[in-house]
């Protein structure tokens, strides 16, 4: 069975202190109903990503939170995974129809996280890491920069490289009204920003951002009733060691391209078919891993063609699978658009939902008619990999 | 808050490792540490493979920038590793001395 998205929204993604989580999902949740032609009461079952509110907010138990925020009393889940928990909600809801228990499902990404100090946050963020982790003092930025230091030694990856992924980014956000930060970066600018764990500088990481992303999924009977349904070609996920300490190598994150590998062989596609990706730049060095792990690039490779912004809107050639370079994270990624935790996931099938149905205004891609979202959870310990066709 | 019974089955983790000899695989200087870690900041973290062929993650110790290279030769040493919080419990766990 063919498993439609229905419909879909994103809230402003930045420091939302005047607004509360509850609120937020209830407007945004609102408008993604109102999107997919159907009436709240036909929501069959709620997903709810989310990875922070028990440590930081101390509310657990969002599956009935928000059920009964919207007034419903279907059943309702929060699913867990780390920066990944938004993806795996989407996956475990499309499990959820094609299981045949629901007609439709609604799936809610959402994280509160300006409301603490960066020590809390960055102490809450390790929860996705292992014991031997935390007790070295390490931070997601000083795993990612382990990534970054290998991946230099064996590629020769340089730190102006990792800045290109940021200003092209940057640069996207700037075409997205949504997006935590709307002004333009430039390699200097990112280069004499301050180190926060060498080589990773602040301008190499994602923002601690507040935000809500919502989608509504039905079965094939429901969804053909639409005009311009997207379809979920497939969904897969996979998972590795929970420490990066236990990996075999440090440049590639096993989980993203064990999760690719299936994910392209459901849709029968291969990375040459995808025009637009949303990928988890959770650090500029994530961006290139990436690049790399879903097969755009050859191993070693992406840097220097990101470098060349063969990945940045405008710059590449409208869609030639030849060439086989999509643009990535047109919302402007974790890093541009922002990254609040539970939500970027959902977010992301938000942003490839738009761009398939030609609604992304000016950062539309042109001719989009395949595409990708990559959404890892922890150092590369899980990672969901969804592809969409109009 | 630090737990007795998890220090105590966590001691022959710690007992294990110590004095134990390996290379710097890879490395970082932490600059915008969590909480606990903060005083000591900034702070170097590298992952370490030991002779044994174990891989372990921790802080160096009585370190210098040039320590900070892959193949660096160090030793597993037991330090304090956090700023004890509430409960009173010193947290102890293992660092590494260049070698």
Redesign the interface.
């Known amino acids: 069975m063919q498993i439609g998205i229905l419909g879909g929204s994103v809230s402003q993604f930045g420091e939302l202190w005047q607004v509360s989580p509850r609120f937020l999902a209830r407007d945004i949740v609102g408008q993604a109903i109102a999107d997919s032609g159907l009436a709240l009461d036909a929501i069959e079952a709620i997903y709810v990503g989310n990875m922070l509110s028990g440590m930081l907010g101390g509310q657990e138990n969002l599956g009935a939170f928000f059920a009964a925020e919207l007034g419903l009393r279907c059943p309702a889940f929060k699913i867990e995974g780390a920066c990944a928990s938004g993806g795996l909600a989407v996956h475990t809801a499309i499990n959820g129809i094609r299981g045949g228990m629901y007609k439709t499902a609604l799936v809610i990404g959402i994280e509160k996280m300006t409301d603490y100090g960066?020590?809390?946050v960055?102490?809450a963020l390790?929860g996705a890491g292992s014991?031997?982790?935390?007790?070295?003092?390490?931070?997601f930025?000083?795993l990612y920069?382990?990534?970054a230091?290998?991946h230099r030694?064996k590629y020769g990856t340089t730190e102006q490289q990792m800045a290109a992924v940021a200003v092209k980014n940057h640069f996207h956000a700037s075409l997205n009204p949504k997006a935590h930060f709307q002004s333009p970066l430039t390699i200097e600018k990112v280069m004499r920003s301050?180190?926060?764990?060498?080589?990773?500088k602040l301008f190499d990481c994602s923002p601690v951002s507040d935000g809500v992303a919502a989608v509504v999924l039905a079965d094939e009977s429901m969804s053909k009733k639409r005009a311009k349904p997207v379809w979920v070609a497939a969904s897969a996920v996979a998972t590795d060691t929970l420490?990066?300490?236990?990996r075999h190598d440090?440049t590639t994150l096993q989980a993203a391209s064990d999760a690719a590998r299936v994910a392209y062989k459901q849709a029968g596609v291969t990375p040459n078919d995808i025009a637009v990706a949303e990928v988890h730049d959770c650090f500029t060095i994530a961006e290139i891993v990436a690049m790399e792990d879903l097969g755009f690039y050859e191993k070693g490779k992406a840097a220097s063609g990101i470098e060349r912004f063969e990945t940045m809107l405008g710059k590449r050639k409208p869609f030639d699978s030849a060439q086989g370079r999509p643009v990535v994270n047109p919302s402007g990624g974790l890093k541009g658009c922002g990254h609040p935790v539970g939500a970027t996931g959902v977010k992301q099938i938000v942003e490839i939902m738009q761009q398939l149905r030609g609604q992304s205004g000016k950062r539309q891609v042109p001719d989009a008619r395949i595409g990708l979202t990559h959404n890892v959870g922890g150092s590369g310990a899980v990672a969901v990999v969804h592809i969409l066709r109009s | 808050m630090l737990s007795p019974i998890k220090v105590w089955r966590?001691q022959k983790y710690i007992r294990d490792l110590l004095g134990k000899q390996g290379a710097v695989?890879?490395?970082?200087?932490?600059?915008?540490?969590?909480?606990?870690?903060?005083a000591?900041a900034p702070?170097p973290?590298v992952?370490v493979k030991l002779d044994d062929g174990t891989?372990?993650?921790?802080?160096v110790v009585d370190w210098e920038d040039s320590h900070l290279i892959?193949g660096q030769r160090v030793e597993v040493v037991v330090r304090r590793?956090?700023t004890p919080d509430s409960s009173g419990i010193i947290?102890y766990?293992?660092k590494f001395k260049p070698l």
């Open positions: 960066s020590d809390e960055a102490a390790m014991d031997e982790e935390r007790k070295s003092g390490i931070t930025a000083g920069a382990l990534i230091q290998q030694e301050a180190l926060v764990a060498d080589p990773l420490s990066l300490t236990a440090l | 966590n695989v890879s490395h970082t200087v932490i600059r915008v540490a969590p909480v606990g870690f903060s000591q702070y973290v992952l891989k372990v993650l921790g802080q892959s590793i956090y947290p766990g293992i």
